[in-house]
């Protein structure tokens, strides 16, 4: 059974750091690209980021430069690190895989950026 659990999230002010992490279990986590997704309130999911097996990353671009992907495969984990954040990263942040060619989603950790 896959099993994904973020962690992480929080209030911060404009201009601050946050670092989500999502440990999986129930795969093989060092085979699959792992992604991170958002969703605001009133707005539907969006992409943020995408870490290959192979270390291979990629970003929307309203968080290039600012936000980080990486996992630890000895850890199972993945992890996002958010920097310079800005009222607009406000949403629910979640971890995905696809697995057997089904999405597979956390519960989401909550991210706040607000003065």
């Known amino acids: 059974q896959v099993q994904l659990v973020e962690s992480g999230g929080g209030l911060v002010q404009p201009g601050g750091s946050l670092r989500l992490s999502c440990a999986a279990s129930?795969?093989?986590?060092?085979?699959?690209?792992m992604g991170w997704y958002r969703q605001a309130p009133g707005k539907q999911r969006e992409y943020v980021a995408s870490?290959?097996?192979?270390?291979?990353?990629n970003y929307v671009d309203s968080v290039k430069g600012r936000f980080t992907i990486s996992r630890d495969n000895t850890k199972n984990t993945l992890y996002l690190q958010m920097n310079s954040l800005k009222p607009e990263d406000t949403a629910v942040y979640y971890c995905?895989?696809?697995?057997?060619?089904?999405?597979?989603w956390g519960r989401g950790t909550q991210v706040t950026v607000s003065s």
């Open positions: 995905n895989v696809n697995w057997r060619a089904l999405p597979y």
């Open positions: 870490i290959t097996s192979g270390d291979t990353t």
């Open positions: 129930g795969i093989t986590f060092s085979f699959y690209t």
